[in-house]
């Protein structure tokens, strides 16, 4: 009987982070997959998607090799062929039409890949383009926007406090199928379930009925896109019925008498029939909200993909300041994280604050908001002619021609470029038109750790998942892929030192991490430097994150908790 062993891993594909038990076999071919019984926050919760991993991993149908278009068709080629091939494309392009001639566009599984969430930044940044897209601004932006207006950051995003809280209001969500979204809590399901019997309340808006809904003590279905209008509504009750109370958090509040104002002109009586609720059901949940011992309103994509969806973002968090909900057990509460925390790094009570439309689409005259531009702009900027037109583009694990809004035209805007290249793992609707495809590894054959949903978590966790399994050597890490092309647009050629470059990397996060308020402030910068030999990649940048964060944690810690540390 062969030998077999067990390995422990976060699942990667979407934001509840569950972790996961993996058997693997002779070969090292995955066996089983389970919940990770033992997993500091998900307890054994797992859904079908972690068992996809074993399908991922095996399909004859994701890449392994390069791809080079020749003669009109997608060849397989060396890793060497096809970065000469872009050195051989790009920079000319570069040099004559400017550095703005290139678009970005970053797709989500981006934000769940350690690799290209620390290393996809200097792609960019050596590209030197303002035309940097995502699946953002088709998603969560307007919350992000309205977060870093109030809080200061573009992750200072509040999450309910699900696990304690006695009344859980939720608009545009649907968190037993997406497992949560700006809301890391595997078992969602369970949770609300866990609301309901300890005698608290769910109640769901949505104009459909979704399967949280089924859950839900109380269904109403609002208008689609008159959140902002109900929500006013309630923010209205509060005030008109004194109800309003900040607790603690009133000493941190500012303008409350300017939002008094701005909701005068909204009472239910108004607003009921835009958007479908009666103005006595507006009420009495204005008045419930008040009166829950605790109480969190968490509102997701479907209040922020419409019209007014910055204004209903900004709304669901004054409906949480107003009730005495902000940033208290039960409520609305900033997670901690253990890496890369906004709202721990700096000295306390000061901050930068946010800067929107620091620039503008060539076209339209869109806003830019934190460094990208409205993805919607992206098919006009490659296909209207004029000085600053869009000629080549990179994608990074996305699918636009499919994800964004007149996909046709993007399509056809880009069957027009004069280059392409995609880093994917597969050869889908945008990649096909890709002139150069780079592939990476496995997602079990990559380190792993949420950087980024960790930020947006129930509890304080900190897990780090190293390979599964042993990575291909034919497939380099998409760090080492993307410093490769970052190499060629700074100029440096397709054989630039990877290594190099890394270290460069890793020096200016040190330099960061000594230079502001924290564990590493005012130590030497090769000292910490040389306390991380004998790594590199993103497992050293994490580990500067790690030592720079609130916890005192290292690499070695998480390292030696496989199931993960519950902070």
């Not at 200061?152 to 649907?174: K, Y």
């Not at 290249?421 to 990559?446: F, I, K, M, W």
């Not at 609130?550 to 810690?557: H, I, K, S, V």
Request: some cysteine.
């Amino acid at each position: 009987m062969s030998a077999t062993r067990t390995a422990y891993a976060t699942c990667p594909l979407c934001e509840a982070t569950c972790g996961l038990e993996f058997e693997i076999g002779e070969g090292e071919r995955v066996l089983r997959i389970r919940g990770d019984a033992d997993d500091a926050l998900s307890h054994g919760f797992v859904c079908p998607k972690g068992a996809s991993l074993k399908p991922l991993h095996e399909d004859p149908d994701r890449l392994r090799t390069p791809l080079i278009r020749r003669n009109g068709r997608l060849e397989e080629a060396t890793w060497d062929e096809a970065f000469a091939e872009v050195e051989r494309r790009l920079p000319p392009l570069l040099e004559e039409h400017g550095r703005d001639a290139v678009a970005v566009y970053i797709g989500n599984p981006a934000a769940h890949n350690l690799a290209t969430l620390l290393y996809g930044r200097v792609l960019i940044k050596a590209l030197g383009t303002k035309n940097i897209y995502s699946a953002s601004t088709v998603d969560q932006m307007p919350k992000q926007i309205s977060a870093g207006l109030m809080f200061g950051t573009i992750l200072s995003v509040p999450v309910p406090d699900v696990d304690r809280t006695d009344h859980l209001m939720i608009l545009g969500a649907n968190p037993l199928q997406s497992n949560g979204s700006l809301l890391t809590a595997p078992d969602m399901r369970g949770r609300i379930r866990r609301i309901r019997e300890r005698g608290g309340k769910v109640v769901v808006i949505d104009p459909r009925r979704t399967r949280t809904a089924e859950h839900a003590d109380e269904h109403h279905f609002v208008r689609p896109g008159t959140d902002a209008l109900l929500l006013f509504g309630l923010v209205h009750t509060i005030f008109d019925e004194r109800l309003d109370d900040p607790g603690p958090v009133g000493d941190h509040v500012d303008g409350l008498d300017v939002v008094r104002e701005l909701a005068r002109d909204f009472a239910p009586e108004r607003v009921a029939d835009a958007c479908g609720i009666e103005a006595p059901e507006i009420r009495r949940m204005a008045r419930e909200l008040a009166a829950a011992p605790s109480a969190g309103v968490y509102g997701r994509i479907g209040t922020c993909t419409q019209e007014f969806g910055t204004l209903a973002s900004w709304l669901v968090d004054v409906l949480n300041v107003v009730t005495g909900n902000l940033d208290r057990p039960g409520g609305a509460m900033f997670p901690r994280a253990a890496a890369g925390q906004p709202n721990s790094l700096g000295a306390p009570r000061r901050g930068r604050g946010v800067k929107l439309g620091r620039w503008t689409s060539r076209v339209r005259g869109l806003p830019e908001a934190y460094g990208e531009l409205p993805v919607v702009c992206l098919a006009e900027e490659i296909d209207t002619p004029g000085e600053g037109q869009v000629r080549a583009l990179v994608t990074v694990a996305g699918n636009p021609t499919v994800s964004t809004p007149n996909a046709a035209r993007l399509t056809r805007a880009i069957e027009g470029l004069d280059f392409m290249l995609s880093v994917d793992v597969y050869v889908n609707e945008t990649t096909r038109h890709a002139d150069v495809v780079l592939p990476g590894p496995s997602p079990l054959q990559r380190p792993h750790y949420d950087l980024a949903l960790y930020q947006l978590a129930v509890r304080n966790v900190a897990n780090y998942s190293p390979p599964v399994i042993e990575p291909d050597p034919d497939i380099p890490p998409e760090w080492r892929t993307l410093l490769r092309l970052a190499g060629i647009a700074a100029g440096q050629g397709a054989e630039a030192d990877v290594d190099a470059l890394d270290d460069l990397v890793a020096a200016e996060a040190v330099r960061r991490g000594v230079g502001r308020p924290g564990p590493l402030e005012g130590r030497d910068p090769g000292e910490v430097l040389a306390e991380l030999d004998g790594r590199g990649g993103p497992e050293r940048l994490l580990d500067v994150a790690l030592r720079a964060g609130p916890y005192d944690l290292t690499l070695a810690d998480l390292e030696a908790a496989p199931h993960g540390i519950d902070l």
